[in-house]
C-alpha cells in the first residue's frame, strides 16, 4: 500500500464533526426518545424566533392582514440553507454510519418544519404553531403518498425531501384551517 492510498482511507473514515453537527441540530438528534420530534420542536422555535426578531421580521414593507401573508427575505433565505446544508450534510452522515437515512440526523425534520410554515403563509402565533407542529409530526410519521416515495431518491436528497413533502401536507392543513375559521 502506497501512502497516497494510506491517506485517502484514513481520511474517508474520518468522523465528519461538522456534518454531524448540523444533522443533529447542534446534538438535539442524540436525543435517545423521539429525536424527529425533537427536530422539529427545533423548527418550530428557529421560525417562531426568526418571525419575533424586528430586525429581520415577516413583510417589514406592508401593513394590514397581507403582512400575515407575506413571508420575509431572511425566511425564504433560512428555510433555503436549511434544505442546501441538510441535503449536503445528511448524505455525508448517511455515508459515515452506513444507514440510508440516520435517526439521528434530524436537520430533515428543522427543514420540514420551517418548510410547513413557510408554505401556509400564516401568522407565527401559537395556534398555527401548534398546528403546524402536529401536522407535520402526523404526516411525516403516517407518509401518505407521495412522502415514502420521495425517501427513495439518492443520498441527501431522499433524507430531506419525504419531509419536505409532508410540510406541504402541513401546510394545506394550516390553509383548510384558516378557511374554516381557526
Known amino acids: 500500500m502506497n501512502p497516497k492510498t494510506e491517506a485517502s482511507e484514513s481520511s474517508s473514515s474520518r468522523k465528519p464533526v461538522l456534518s454531524l453537527f448540523f444533522a443533529t441540530a447542534g446534538g438535539v438528534g442524540y436525543i435517545p426518545k423521539a429525536p424527529g420530534t425533537f427536530g422539529s420542536l427545533v423548527g418550530v422555535i428557529v421560525f417562531w424566533l426568526l418571525s419575533r426578531n424586528p430586525l429581520v421580521s415577516f413583510a417589514d414593507t406592508h401593513d394590514g392582514p397581507i403582512r400575515e401573508l407575506i413571508p420575509g427575505v431572511p425566511a425564504i433565505i433560512v428555510s433555503l440553507a436549511l434544505a442546501i446544508v441538510g441535503v449536503i450534510v445528511t448524505r455525508q452522515v448517511a455515508k459515515y454510519s452506513a444507514k440510508k437515512d ?81
Open 102 to 182: 440516520p435517526q439521528f440526523a434530524v436537520i430533515d425534520e428543522v427543514s420540514g418544519q420551517f418548510f410547513t410554515y413557510l408554505f401556509a403563509l400564516a401568522p407565527a402565533n401559537w395556534k398555527y404553531l401548534l398546528l403546524g407542529f402536529i401536522l407535520f409530526r402526523v404526516f411525516d410519521i403516517w407518509k401518505p403518498f407521495p412522502v415514502r416515495q420521495a425517501e427513495s431518491l439518492s443520498g441527501g436528497w431522499g433524507i430531506m425531501a419525504d419531509d419536505w413533502m409532508a410540510a406541504v401536507y402541513a401546510a394545506i392543513g394550516i390553509w383548510i384551517a384558516r378557511a374554516m375559521g381557526l
